[in-house]
Structure formats: structure tokens, C-alpha cells
């Protein structure tokens, strides 16, 4: 028989940077929470590996606000979790994001029309205004992007990019899984509780409501209220209460690899550059310590997508870390490939869309805040907010699917719709359907 512990008022499956920012929230309401992760500690998973760019352009006009609203949160960090002067904090490093416009995102028309709803400021840069901080940069146009086994590759195919769109409020956290413990230990002074190396290995229902969790130890936690943040395992976990029945966005774990790669000598990256997006080259940039750059793929049509196991996948790098690393040596031709391969290999939660899921379920207690897709890093502290008025929304006795929640974002005069996230919608036929968003 397994043994029944205390009960809590909501625990939630995961203590990634957005299961930590929703406990922490349901904390300050009062409620007694209980982070439950498989892993060692708060952020160990793909949080740590997560590049943490904060940026604000998203296909969708909520997307972008969300992400706007998030970026007050970064840099206002200290006043966000309550924290003592003595605390050591994770540094938001706000550098601005230069996106290139190109003929694959349109100079980002579309997006720009959001960012004038939103008021939120940027500048557009010609290609001579991009070569004053990076003057050892090469404009050509590569598009489409190829992997090196393409004859063609390398080649430019006429003309130059149309400059770039640089907005101010941007940039990136440097210690990502270090951020998440600082939401921890917020959340643990609003009253939260963490029990880390603890797999869930059932989530039992009585009448179509869930009644807590239990453990692969045989430990059993009760709760009226279960939240589904576990990131790559979270299609595992809807599948195991039966919450993936009706769903029309589903989850699954995509494979990723990130290059870090040195600067060249003289070059001081971290001093000039900021966050970069390039839809021609089809990589994504920022400096990374050590005077590295951090390359990550914008997920063009001919990098393969390798869905996986998340208990069982291959964590060598392959070609992919190649490739991204001689995609930006055609903007970056001075840049050198080291022989010993450094970065990153893990997974993103990926929908279908590429946008995530924060719902309810069909399953009465069963909440989800999945699908991140490698873009919502930005976005927990407003994740966690949004999480914590939808399960009060929906455990007042509101019909979170005939009705959806709005929510009133707290740092810019916007009210988002969480049908935009909702397990029920159609395909956003707008995305990205990339890391973009």
C-alpha cells in the first residue's frame, strides 16, 4: 500500500523555470504547493540548457504581449521576487535583439504591426548602421538555408539583406537554471514546498478529478489541483491521467543542439554585440561567456526535426552543431571552427504550432503549462501568473472552455485571451512554426 503524506492544497509536475514561477504564484495566494521534479534541482533539466533570450516579437499580438509584460519582470528582478539585498540575483543582460529583415520574415511586417499596438519601441538599421558594430560581418544573402552536404552551400543567391529591426528592450539571462533557483527560493519564503529526485508515476481520479499524484517510491501526495509543467515529458504525463483525450494541440520532445563557438582574436563580442536573429543564415545569436557566441538553428525546412524518447536520446553532438556553426561563418566569415565541439544537446516540449499550451483539461483539477517550444523562457513569471488566475478561475466554478479567461497583464495595458493557448484551438496557421514563436 502505498503511503499516504500530507495533503497539499495544488502540486505541480516539474520545477523548470515555469513550474517554479507557478508555484511561486499559488504560493502568494495562499494556497499550499508542492513542486514535484524528477531531477536534482530547481532548473536542472532543459531550463539550464535554455539560451534565456528575452525578446519581444512573437506571430501572435498576445504572444508579443506576454512577452512584453515578461520583460518588466527581468528587469525589475530583485522587486518580482521579494528578495533580500543580500541575495545574489541572475543577471538580465540587456543588450537589445537585432533581427535582419529578409524576404523568409518579410522585414517583419507583420510583427511590427503588434509592436505599434503594444508601444513597444524599435529602430529600423541599414545595412550600413548593422556593419558600425559589426564590421566583419558579410550581408550577402544565402536563403534558402541548406545543411553542408547541399553543393550549393555557402553560395550567396543575389542581392543583400534589407538591414535589420533593432529593439532596445531585449537581451538575455546568462544563468538560467541560476534564475530559477532565485524563483525557488522566492517561492519557498511565500509558504512553497520542492521535493526534487521524485518521478511521478500515476496521477490517480475519483469521478473525472484528479486527487494528487503517486510517486514511483510508492509515496502518494494528495491534492485537489495537479499542474502539468514537465516540459519534454509533459505528452507522458497528459497520457497517464487521460487529459490528452480531447485534445487538439498535443506535445512532443524535439531534439536541439546549440554551438557555442569562440570569437576570433581582437574581437571583444560581448562589448558589441547583442541578441541576434537572421532568417537568412537561419541561426539565432547571442554573446555567451568566455567570448563565445551562443548559435542556435531558426529551424529552417532542411534541418531534419528528430522527435525523441526524452528518457532515452543521444546527447553527442552530430552535423547539426556543424552546420549552425558554418551558417553564421558565412555572415561571420573570420569565424573559426574549433575542433572540440562545445554547447549544448537538449530538448524542447514542442505543439504543433510551435506556440504553447496554458489551459485546463478534461480532466476536473488538471491543469497544463506546456508546449514551450523552446520560446517561453522569456514568459514564467507571467506564465506563473496567468497559471494561477486560470486555476482560481476554474476552481470558482467557471467554464474555462465555453468561456475563456482574459487576463489583464500587469505592466502594460493589454488583456490577453487564453484561447490563444488553449489544448482546444486550431493550428495558428500564423506561426513561425519554428523556435521563433
Not at 558600425?132 to 550581408?139: A, G, I, K, W
Not at 529526485?197 to 475519483?206: D, Q, Y
Not at 567570448?291 to 547539426?320: A, K, M, R, T
Request: include cysteine.
Amino acid at each position: 500500500m502505498p503511503t499516504v503524506t500530507k495533503n497539499y492544497d495544488a502540486i505541480i509536475i516539474g520545477a523548470g523555470i515555469i513550474g517554479a514561477a507557478i508555484g511561486y504564484e499559488l504560493s502568494k495566494k495562499g494556497l499550499h504547493t508542492l513542486n514535484v521534479e524528477m531531477l536534482p534541482a530547481a532548473g536542472y533539466g532543459s531550463t539550464s540548457n535554455s539560451c534565456a533570450i528575452i525578446r519581444l516579437y512573437y506571430s501572435t499580438l498576445d504572444g508579443s504581449a506576454m512577452a512584453y509584460d515578461g520583460y518588466y519582470y527581468w528587469r525589475e528582478w530583485a522587486d518580482y521576487l521579494e528578495a533580500p539585498k543580500e541575495e545574489q540575483l541572475a543577471k538580465f543582460h540587456e543588450c537589445g535583439t537585432l533581427v535582419m529583415k529578409t524576404k523568409l520574415n518579410d522585414g517583419l511586417r507583420k510583427q511590427l504591426v503588434f509592436m505599434d499596438a503594444l508601444n513597444i519601441c524599435y529602430e529600423h538599421r541599414s545595412n550600413a548602421q548593422i556593419l558600425e558594430n559589426y564590421p566583419f560581418y558579410d550581408l550577402s544573402s544565402f536563403a534558402p538555408a541548406k545543411t553542408l552536404d547541399d553543393p550549393n552551400f555557402g553560395e550567396p543567391t543575389g542581392g543583400q539583406i534589407d538591414g535589420a529591426i533593432f529593439f532596445p528592450n531585449g537581451g538575455y539571462i546568462s544563468d538560467p537554471q541560476f534564475a530559477t533557483r532565485n524563483i525557488q527560493l522566492a517561492a519557498e519564503r511565500a509558504g512553497a514546498a520542492f521535493l526534487f529526485n521524485s518521478r511521478v508515476k500515476a496521477i490517480p481520479t475519483k469521478n473525472g478529478s484528479v486527487e494528487g499524484v503517486l510517486l514511483s517510491d510508492g509515496t502518494r501526495i494528495n491534492a485537489p489541483v495537479v499542474i502539468n509543467v514537465a516540459g519534454p515529458h509533459s505528452s507522458q504525463i497528459n497520457a497517464m491521467v487521460g487529459a490528452d483525450a480531447d485534445m487538439k494541440i498535443s506535445t512532443r520532445a524535439l531534439r536541439q543542439e546549440v554551438a557555442h563557438v569562440p570569437v576570433p582574436k581582437g574581437i571583444d563580442y560581448s562589448a558589441v554585440a547583442c541578441v541576434t536573429s537572421d532568417s537568412d543564415a537561419a541561426v539565432y545569436t547571442r554573446p555567451e561567456v568566455g567570448n563565445n557566441i551562443l548559435i542556435g538553428s531558426e529551424d529552417p525546412p532542411c534541418d531534419s526535426h528528430i522527435f525523441v524518447d526524452p528518457d532515452n536520446y543521444d546527447l553527442n553532438f552530430s552535423n547539426q552543431w556543424t552546420v549552425q556553426a558554418q551558417r553564421l561563418g558565412l555572415r561571420f566569415p573570420d569565424l573559426g571552427i574549433p575542433g572540440k565541439l562545445k554547447g549544448c544537446v537538449d530538448l524542447y516540449d514542442v505543439t504543433e504550432d510551435w506556440m504553447p499550451i496554458y489551459d485546463s483539461s478534461c480532466i476536473e483539477g488538471y491543469f497544463m503549462a506546456c508546449g514551450t517550444s523552446g520560446n517561453q523562457f522569456k514568459n514564467a513569471p507571467v506564465v506563473g501568473k496567468v497559471m494561477a488566475e486560470l486555476i482560481e478561475y476554474c476552481e470558482s466554478g467557471n467554464d474555462h472552455d465555453g468561456e475563456p479567461m482574459g487576463y489583464q497583464l500587469e505592466n502594460i495595458d493589454h488583456e490577453i485571451s487564453l484561447a490563444t493557448f488553449s489544448r482546444l484551438r486550431e493550428i495558428n496557421q500564423n506561426s513561425t512554426f519554428s523556435v521563433l514563436g
